[in-house]
DNA sequence: TTTATATATTTGTGTATACAAATGTTGTCT
DNA sequence: AGACAACATTTGTATACACAAATATATAAA
């Protein structure tokens, strides 16, 4: 089921920048449904671990919403109600600033650390095994493709 | 603003394979915005146009909403709904199954297909402005490697 | 014919996303 | 100080997504 003729159930063939597209689509798909299966496991989402990482690379520095939005990979999503679910399941706190009271600091608990020390591991390995059937080079290449698309 | 450490607002370098992962995100996102952004200016989404075309495709021979769903690039949207909004719009029609009463026959209207002629040109303009700056090899490699990326 | 099973679609519901408007806070200009 | 713009976050709301349950129809078995 890998081939993009066999997702699309056609025998068409299409135009190469089209056939970019769909598979650009089809790919981010396939690698996106296995994290998310993979998070739901842990009751966690792709971008609430994402959010974690950033709070934990802040090393105890707390970090406002607005940066915390910024940095998200998932643009889209609310960052103050994704904090939310996070402070429900303990993984963060949220403090208002006193410098600045229209600022929110939020900062990663211990039980959120203990999280992704757990959880991390098994990502990498995900991580691994998504990319196990292409060599080191054709990776930087992927890389660099992917990359010169979006200038 | 394409490359990945920008985006992600970091400088901290990280594994080959995350920054693919990542990297399949990101690019994924900034191609979907392009169009989503597109369609929505039609009135429409990308699912709907997907949709459109499918039912173009079948040449006057009506889809039932499994088949439809089966074909569809996004395998998590609701057909049944999203036809519905198409109906709405008067892009396509439907009708019981005499054969198999359990059945719904999706057909495209004329104003579906006018609708598509129209949008067509535009959207393989925005195809083509994408993938402008990668060169036909490119291309294929790309689309190697990201059918590799599935296996 | 009744019962059971498989198929196709619809509906319901909780969550997520997208975007606009509202709120509260700070800084600046007069 | 008072008025006003800029900023950071919150809230509201409409739409979309994900998944389970319900409905309706067809097929097969007893």
Known sequence: MSKLSEILKTSKSMPIEKEVVLNLF??????SEKFELFFKSHDLTGAQYNVLRILRGQKGVPANLSTIQERMVHKNSNAG?????????GFVKRNICENNRRKIEVTITSEGLDKLTFVDPYVQQLEEELIHGLTEEELILLNKLLEKLRE
């Open 26 to 31: 089809c790919t981010n798909n396939f690698v």
């Open 81 to 89: 109600r994704l904090i939310d679910k996070l402070i429900v399941k």
